[in-house]
Nanobody, 128 residues
C-alpha cells in the first residue's frame, strides 16, 4: 500500500521561508510523477508544482521563482522549498503521486484526477 506523509508545515511571517517534505513508502515511487497541491477552505485544490523521476519540474505561475521542488533518497522523498512567502500562500499543502511512469506532463498541475495517491496534508500559515 503506497503511503505519502507530509511534514514541515507551520506558521511564518510574510517574506519568510519554509520547507515541506513528503516521504513515500510502499510502492515503486521511482516511476512516479510527484506533486504538491494546496487548498484553502471554499476553494478548489490547485497544483503548486511537480517533479518527475528524471528531475523535470513543473510550477504554477503563482510560485515560479519562489518555490523549488526536488527529490532525494532514490526518489522516495520530495521537498518543497518555499521562500518569499505571501499571506496568499496560506493553505493546506498536499503531496500527491501519479504512478503513470515518472513523467510529469505539461498539464499535470491542472489535472488532479491524474493523481493516484494523496497524503493527508500539512498546514502552512503565512501572517502579514
Amino acid at each position: 500500500q503506497v503511503q505519502l506523509v507530509e511534514s514541515g508545515g507551520g506558521s511564518v511571517q510574510a517574506g519568510g521561508s519554509l520547507r515541506l517534505s513528503c516521504v513515500a513508502s510502499g510502492g515503486t515511487y521511482t516511476r512516479y510523477c510527484m506533486c504538491w497541491f494546496r487548498q484553502v477552505p471554499g476553494k478548489e485544490r490547485e497544483g503548486v508544482g511537480c517533479v518527475g523521476s528524471a528531475g523535470t519540474t513543473r510550477y504554477a505561475d503563482s510560485v515560479k521563482g519562489r518555490f523549488t521542488i526536488s527529490r532525494a533518497n532514490g526518489g522516495s522523498t520530495m521537498y518543497l522549498e518555499m521562500s518569499s512567502l505571501k499571506p496568499e500562500d496560506t493553505a493546506m499543502y498536499y503531496c500527491a503521486a501519479d504512478r503513470g511512469g515518472g513523467y510529469c506532463p505539461i498539464d499535470v498541475l491542472t489535472d488532479r484526477d491524474r493523481m493516484d495517491y494523496w497524503g493527508k496534508g500539512a498546514l502552512v500559515t503565512i501572517s502579514s
